[in-house]
C-alpha cells in the first residue's frame, strides 16, 4: 500500500468541469430598504451576497468579489458564496484565486471504495486540497467530484488516476469530456519538464528522440512543476489549435540547468487519452 496525494488533480478538475458556464449560484436574497437595494449591514450575510450577486450580472466583478468576500467573512462555512466568488474571479481572469474557491465545498466519491470494488465517498465538506491514503499502486481509481448549485443541481465531473505511474492522470487510455490535467511523478535534479502532445494515430510510425511516435504533434510546453493542465484552445509553433474530439498522446522529459540550455535526461514516460463528448 502507499499513500499518493492527488489533491492537485481533483483541484484542477473541478474547477472547470463542474461550472464550465460561469452562472453564478445565488443565495437566498435579503430584504430590501426603501431604496430597493439589499441592507448594507456589515454583518449581514445575505445583504453581500445578494449585492455580489447584483454586481456580478452588471459584470462589475470586483465589487461582486468584494461582497461576496464580506458576506464569506461573516458566514464562512457557507459553500455558495465560495462557487460566487470563484465564478467572479473568473469574471477578471483570476484562475488560481477561481479555482481555490469552487473547491471550498465538494463531494468526492472513488472507485473502488475503501472496502472493495463499490464506490464509496471519500471526502465531504469545505477544503482547499484533497489527499488520498492508503492506494495501491498500478490499480486504477476512479474520483467523482460533485458539487451542487443553491436550487440542488448537481454538476459531476470524473478523473481518474493510477498510483505508481510515472504518468498517474489521466490514467492511460482514459476517456475526458473536458480539457485534462496532465499529472507525472517528480525527477530529482529536474528544474522543468518537457511535455509532448501529439493528436490523432497516423499509418506509420515515426522515429523522434529515439521514439516510435505516431500522430501529429500539436503542443510542446515546458512547466515548472510536475503537472500540466490543457486548455480548450493554445498556440503552437505560431497556429491557434483546439482540444478536438479523438486521441492524445503525451510524453514527458525532465529538463536539467537552465531551459536555454537544451539538456534533458531520459523520458520519464508516456500515456495517453481521448477526447469525447460531454
Known sequence: MKTCKVGTVIILALAFAAFPSGVLYAKKRAPQSAGNAPSANPKDPGG???????AAKK????T???????AIEAEPKDAKNYF????AYRGVNKMNEAIADYTKAIEIDRTPGTAGADPSAVFKGLASSFQDTGLTNKVKYVYTINAF????????????IVPGAKLYSPARGSV???????????VTGASYYNLQVYYGVAKALRRVASLSVSGRKVMSAWPLQPRY????????KGKVRKLALGRYRWYVYPGVGKRTAHKYGPLIGQSDFVIAKR
Open 84 to 87: 460566487n466568488r470563484g465564478t
Open 64 to 70: 461582486a468579489i468584494a461582497e461576496f468576500t464580506k
Open 59 to 62: 459584470r462589475d466583478y470586483e
Open 229 to 236: 493542465r490543457m486548455r480548450k484552445t493554445w498556440t503552437y
Open 149 to 160: 448549485d443553491e436550487a440542488g443541481n448537481k454538476a459531476s465531473e470524473s478523473v481518474s
Open 176 to 186: 475526458a469530456t473536458s480539457p485534462p490535467l496532465l499529472a507525472w511523478r517528480p
Open 48 to 54: 453581500h451576497s445578494a449585492r455580489g450577486f447584483e
